[in-house]
Every structure is written in C-alpha cells, then in structure tokens.
C-alpha cells in the first residue's frame, strides 16, 4: 500500500507544472555576456519598468537554443517560465542568441504589450538597439529598456486603436457600428421628433404657397451685373504626412503562436 502511495505521489508531481526560474528575476545570462555589475544595473532598470507600466520586462542570453530557432526560443522561455502581468501575461521579453556565433536577436510581446507595440515601434526598437550594438551587450540591452519605454509612454499604438486583448489574451478587432445604419438612425431619430412636435402644435397650418413665408412689404429687388475678367491660378506644395517614428500608424501587429499555444507579437533581426 505504502509503494502504491508513493508511486501515485510520484506520478502527481510529474503531472504538475514545474517552474524552474524565479520570475522576479529578469536578467538570464546564460551565455555569459554581462558581468555581474551590468546584470545587477539592468535588473533595477528592468524592475523600474516593470513598477511604472505594469507590464513584464525580460532579458535574455543563451548559446544554445535546443534548436528551436530564436524566435521560438524567446516564446517558449517566456510562456513556459509563467512571465507576464494579469490575466493576459501582459510584458515583453528581449533575447540575444549566441548559437550560431551571430547575435540574433528577437523581442516578444505578449498580451496587452501587443498593442503597445505594433510591427513599425518594434522594429523601430530593434533601429536602436543595431545603431549601438558595437558598444557591448549591456547597452544592447539597457537601449532595449529605454526605447521600449519611450513606446509605453505613448501608450497604444495607432495602428492598434481598433484591436483589443480579450480575456484569453488573444489580439481581438473591435466590432464597430455600421456606418450605414448609424446614418439611418441620424435621420429617422431626428424626423419622429419632428413630427411628434409638430402635431402636439395645432396652430400649424400647411402652407400651399411660397409667399406664405415671406412679408412681401419689406421686399426691395436691385439689378446686378457680373463681368468675367481674367484668371489666377497659384500652386502649393503640400508635403505627406508622416506618423514619425511615435506612430506606427500601418500594419498593427503580426501575430503568431507559441508552442504553448499563448498568442504573441514580436520581431527580431541579427546584429
């Protein structure tokens, strides 16, 4: 009976999810990159993030990644490590793999973080992180901190005003009202309460001629006469608009799915 027991709470602990990193954490250096100082000064910034935005902030490193790919990699270390903020995993996670001797790097949106970083501020995040990637791995990353944080002071993205996270945290588009019905109602409202007015009014009378509206003593009539003369035309250059690099105002967010099943946005490049 004793062995039986045991083997049920054996196969019980094997049936639960087992986390092995301490989410508090941020920075992961498996592949040695940051001394032990860079890593101490990037998980305050990292925690700093985190406090301000409500939204998870991860940093990453490895040499190996079990040959999933880096973008893979990058989904599954935040989703089977149980990151994120709320109901949705709300955060973002910024990996550099060394596997192949490249630093290639990808970032991972996750949840509310979809929305903040659409495909045009991600990859205007990954702008700043090459123009400083030959000043070592700890600005590589505390650029990725600022620029990420440049992003969620603007908040949504323009491009992702019409989407929303819904509770499963997948990336949802508003039902919006159809224009055409919201142009019947615009007319209908206002004509039933017109004509509620005017038959509550009984001194209304239908009026048969267009003289009834007009008090023909006050009327004077003048001649005028209108003379073409010439034309002038002038030109204006008018430059295209530009959303900047705060907009991100086309294309939203790509969208994909992690072996966890767990929606994310995300982009990377090597550097």
């Known amino acids: 009976m004793r062995k039986i027991l045991f083997s049920f709470a054996a196969l019980l602990c094997f049936a639960l999810p087992v986390h092995a990193l301490d989410t508090s954490v941020k920075v992961y250096d498996d592949a040695n ?30 040499s190996y990644n079990d040959g999933k790919g880096t973008k893979a990699y990058a989904q599954d270390f935040y989703d089977y490590n149980d990151f994120g903020v709320g109901n949705t995993n709300d955060g973002i996670l910024f990996l550099i793999d060394r596997t192949y001797g490249y630093n290639d790097t990808y970032m991972v949106t996750t ?11 991600i990859n205007y995040i990954l ?39 819904d509770e499963n945290g997948e990336y949802r588009e ?26 509550k009014n009984k001194m209304v009378r239908k009026a048969t001629k267009a003289t009834a509206y007009l008090d023909e003593s006050t ?13 002038h035309t002038t030109r204006t250059y008018v430059p295209r608009s530009s959303s900047g690099r705060g907009g991100g105002s086309h294309g939203g967010s790509s969208i994909s799915r992690g072996s966890s099943g767990t929606s994310h946005g995300g982009g990377g490049r090597r550097m």
């Open 219 to 231: 009327i004077s009539y003048t001649q005028r006469e209108d003379r073409f003369i010439t034309t």
């Open 111 to 121: 949840g509310h973080a979809i929305l903040v970083y659409d495909d045009a501020r």
């Open 127 to 165: 702008d700043d992180i090459y123009a400083v990637r030959n000043n070592g791995y700890y600005t590589m990353f505390s650029t990725f901190i600022s620029s990420s944080s440049t992003y969620a002071d603007l908040g949504v993205a323009p491009s992702n005003e019409n989407m929303y996270i």
């Open 174 to 199: 508003k039902r919006v009202f159809p224009l055409f019905m919201s142009i019947v109602i615009s007319i209908i409202v206002p004509t039933i309460i017109v004509i509620i007015l005017l038959l």
């Open 33 to 62: 990159l940051l001394t032990d100082y860079e890593e101490q000064q990037l998980s305050i910034q990292a925690q700093n993030f985190v406090d301000k935005y409500d939204m998870d902030l991860v940093l990453v490193t490895t």
